[in-house]
């Protein structure tokens, strides 16, 4: 089978695609994978920069969508079915041994590229959202980084949970893109800080979802509102912020991380529940996933390029 093997740390000018044996099942649901979706930790994993570093050589790739091959006994999956996957690493092969906990049942409508990019980052912001964030209906929801696979995801979380939703990008083609996904507002990151206040008539908003980083965490601050909540996803920005917490005071602010796949990993059968619920969003048409942008994985070097340099204007996935 083909594979998207690290061989060295070098960034994605170093991935070979290359030819492996199968895995066996060994308890696991082995699917055969139709794409797979890009995801900001496959970047950083490929040149050594994430969290968890994967002894080499390794498969990259965290999610997947296909068919299942085979299932072991006890397992609801059955062969045949349309499955989508998530996993710390390994899915960028054209067949995978996964954990049944970590395999979601993939509704008939749903295309194969769309679910290849559809648990990994909804599970995410529902996570961020109404287990860390506790979102109340009519609250307001600021999220940097709006027009990238979590931020869209957040937006059509927020919204569907009755939320209005402040989109923050850095570029008109971001913005056109998150116009698109539904947001109620769009501004430009420059001085965001100030547009949301005035947005919402000096009061600031509820929840900031970040998962840039970088510098703008003091602007976030600065832009919510009484006991409001800043969530931290990630750091696509490149640099990891400190928050002096004098500014956490007089506004009796929280800020709060997410870590979706350590919590589900921690506290099985959670994650299984999740996906129960943004289906149900989907299927009662509350949440209408946008198509991402396939590519062949042969082109997989160039995806991650264009990721490294911010030209990616929605969600990529690879085809096999």
């Not at 109404?130 to 109340?136: C, G, K, N, T």
């Not at 900031?208 to 006991?227: F, K, Y």
């Not at 996906?275 to 062949?296: D, F, S, T």
Request: positive net charge.
């Amino acid at each position: 089978m083909r594979a998207v093997q690290v061989q060295r740390l070098g960034g994605p000018e170093a991935l070979r695609l290359v030819d492996l044996d199968e895995p066996e099942a060994d308890r696991r649901v082995l699917v055969d994978v139709v794409a797979g979706g890009v995801a900001w930790p496959d970047l950083l994993r490929s040149s050594g920069d994430y969290q968890q570093r994967p002894s080499l050589p390794f498969t990259l790739g965290a999610e997947a969508a296909g068919v299942v091959r085979s299932a072991p006994p006890g397992c609801d999956l059955v062969p045949g079915q349309r499955v989508a996957a998530v996993m710390g690493h390994g899915a960028w092969q054209q067949t995978v041994a996964v954990r049944p906990d970590d395999v979601y049942p993939l509704p008939d409508h749903v295309p194969m590229t769309t679910g290849a990019g559809l648990a990994l980052n909804y599970l995410t912001a529902h996570f961020a959202l109404m287990r860390r964030a506790r979102l109340v209906r009519g609250e307001t929801v600021l999220v940097h980084g709006a027009a990238g696979g979590v931020g869209i995801a957040t937006l059509h979380i927020a919204k569907a949970y009755g939320a209005r939703t402040i989109a923050v990008v850095s570029t008109q083609e971001k913005a056109a893109a998150a116009d698109a996904a539904g947001a109620h507002d769009v501004i430009l990151a420059d001085n965001f800080e100030t547009a949301a206040k005035r947005l919402t008539a000096g009061l600031g908003v509820d929840i900031v979802l970040d998962p840039v980083g970088g510098d703008r965490v003091t602007g976030s601050l600065r832009a919510l509102r009484v006991e409001g909540r800043l969530v931290v996803v990630g750091f696509t920005g490149g640099a990891i912020p400190s928050v002096k917490l004098n500014r956490l005071l007089l506004n009796n602010i929280s800020v709060m991380g997410v870590g979706w796949s350590a919590f589900m990993g921690a506290n099985p059968g959670v994650a299984q529940t999740q996906w129960a619920r943004v289906v149900a969003l989907i299927n009662a048409g509350k949440i209408c996933p946008i198509e991402p942008e396939p590519h062949p994985v042969e082109r997989v070097q160039d995806v991650l390029i264009a990721m490294r340099e911010r030209k990616l204007l929605r969600k990529a996935v690879i085809v096999f």
